[in-house]
């Protein structure tokens, strides 16, 4: 059952996973709404608290707020897709489809994420080819 502010976190984020720029309509089942600030730690259901994402990115942050950025060692918080620019602290290379962490909170995103594990690196090298996979996310 799909969250009841689905349609809107949806809307907002364009279909697009906001972690990993993912399409949802390019993906097998429908993108999930994840509580940025999990529920346990005093998230709430309100929509400033929600992203779009897909399930590989929603399964692989689960209810973490934090990670560890491999470059310093140091445990930094995850990128917030409400408040954080996602090219402030990603790039997207659009010749080997690799998104890279700018910051230490995209480094530790990344990492924590799997952005670029060998399925979903695919995938985005395939949508960059065949669709001209955007850069940054509109809006």
């Not at 060998?118 to 001209?132: S, V």
Request: with cysteine; charged share 25%; glycine share 6%.
């Amino acid at each position: 059952m799909p969250h009841r502010l689905y349609h809107l976190i949806a809307e907002r984020a364009g279909h697009r996973c906001e972690y990993c720029l993912a399409f949802e309509k390019l993906s097998k089942s429908q993108f999930e709404v994840e509580h940025i600030q999990p529920r346990h730690a005093g998230g709430s259901d309100d929509e400033s608290n929600l992203a779009l994402s897909c399930r590989a990115c929603n399964g692989s942050k689960g209810t973490a707020v934090t990670a560890v950025d491999p470059l310093s060692g140091r445990i930094v918080r995850l990128f917030h897709p409400r408040t954080d620019p996602w090219s402030e602290h990603f790039d997207l290379d659009l010749d080997n489809a690799v998104i890279s962490g700018c910051t230490d909170i995209g480094r530790a995103t990344v990492a924590r994420l799997h952005m670029n594990d060998a399925q979903p690196l695919a995938a985005r090298y395939l949508w960059i080819r065949l669709f001209a996979f955007p850069e940054e996310p509109q809006g």
